[in-house]
């Protein structure tokens, strides 16, 4: 019966088919589909390499733009990505001026390594206005301005020290309440005329120029009004009106009512003398500093034209954005009300380029 399965009779032969063959057919079929699948993974991989090298081209890390560049303001266009500050610019590096990837020491920038930022430093005067600009400046979400950082005398005792605080505050590893950390597109500090800039100017100007950072000079038209700011507030200093606390800025119209009680008595002798002395050291420092990129402000058009600020924006060239401060003007209205000995100033003013500085200004 055994035979009987496999042949017909003894003169044919029927050949089974080899057990192997299926599984033979079926490691073709794979090997062939995992090749297939291989080449199509290929394609598209180029592909998206492709696009994405189209898409960041225009990009460039720059540490410091080379010094041969022709210097010229870029168009940047910005956009506002997701709950981050971080903003990117697109523009032609052959523009490119006072753009800076600084690389702190103390943190990392993380994704906005690669977006530039700009140095700058406000320069002023006490009592001309220059916290209530600032902090309209830090209210910008990519603004960071440190404060009068050389009102500590050891860190401008002499240019090494200075030189030393300038790289800790540009490298992004001075840390304040205005540090945007690495979402910063703008960072920089106030400096006073009388904290070893004009004494350093030399140095300081090198400095500025090679490091590309730009200057913000902040100044008061009224300089009558000025010196009864820099006597009050020197007055509550030791006063301490509000709560036995000197408060050189407010932020209620209480405790600005307050401190404007105090009216002081000017030197009507020399107040002339003083108020020229005062426009000599600000035209000496525009001379001093006249080769660097800046810009002048003055207190009395911020305060007359919220506008003003778009003017600063653009020379930071930042994202325009509304600016706003919490800061209370103290010394509001006409002067009369804030002298003790007015008549006095008033005539001694009258007649002379200065008297315009009696009238109401804002």
Request: net charge positive; proline share 2%; aromatic share 10%.
């Amino acid at each position: 019966m055994g035979e009987d399965l496999c042949f017909f009779n003894k003169d044919t032969l029927i050949i089974k088919p080899s057990k192997k063959s299926p599984k033979l057919l079926r490691t073709t079929v794979l090997v062939f589909a995992m090749v297939c699948a291989i080449y199509i993974c290929s394609i598209c991989l180029n592909q998206i390499s492709s696009h994405s090298k189209s898409k960041f081209e225009s990009f460039r890390v720059i540490e410091r733009p080379s010094d041969h560049l022709s210097i010229q303001t870029p168009q940047i266009s910005t956009s506002i990505r997701g709950n981050n500050s971080c903003y990117v610019s697109r523009f032609n590096t052959k523009e490119i001026h006072n753009v800076h990837y600084p690389k702190p020491q103390t943190f990392s920038r993380a994704e906005c390594g690669n977006n530039p930022v700009r140095f700058f430093a406000i320069v002023s005067m006490q009592r001309s206005g220059s916290g209530w600009f600032e902090t309209l400046l830090n209210s910008h979400i990519n603004v960071s301005s440190n404060g009068e950082i050389f009102n500590v005398y050891d860190r401008r005792k002499n240019i090494s020290s200075i030189v030393n605080t300038l790289g800790k505050i540009y490298n992004l590893d001075w840390f304040s309440s205005a540090s945007k950390n690495e979402c910063s597109a703008a960072v920089g500090f106030k400096w006073m005329l009388n904290q070893g800039l004009m004494q350093h100017h030399k140095e300081i100007v090198d400095y500025f120029n090679n490091r590309s950072i730009s200057i913000i000079f902040l100044f008061r038209r009224n300089l009558l009004r000025r010196m009864v700011s820099v006597l009050a507030n020197s007055y509550d200093r030791d006063a301490r009106v509000l709560n036995g606390i000197h408060k050189s800025h407010v932020h209620s119209t209480d405790e600005a009512d307050m401190l404007s009680k105090y009216k002081p008595t000017i030197n009507a002798t020399t107040l002339i003398t003083n108020l020229q002395q005062v426009e000599k050291t600000v035209a000496k420092a525009l001379e001093y500093f006249n080769s660097t990129r800046h810009i002048t402000l003055y207190y009395e058009d911020l305060i007359k034209n919220s506008s003003k600020t778009g003017d600063v924006l653009e020379f930071l060239e930042l994202p325009h954005m509304d600016l706003t401060s919490r800061q209370v003007k103290i010394h509001k209205g006409e002067l009369l009300t804030h002298i003790q000995n007015w008549d006095d100033v008033n005539k001694i003013l009258k007649g002379t380029t200065y008297e315009h500085f009696l009238q109401a200004d804002y």
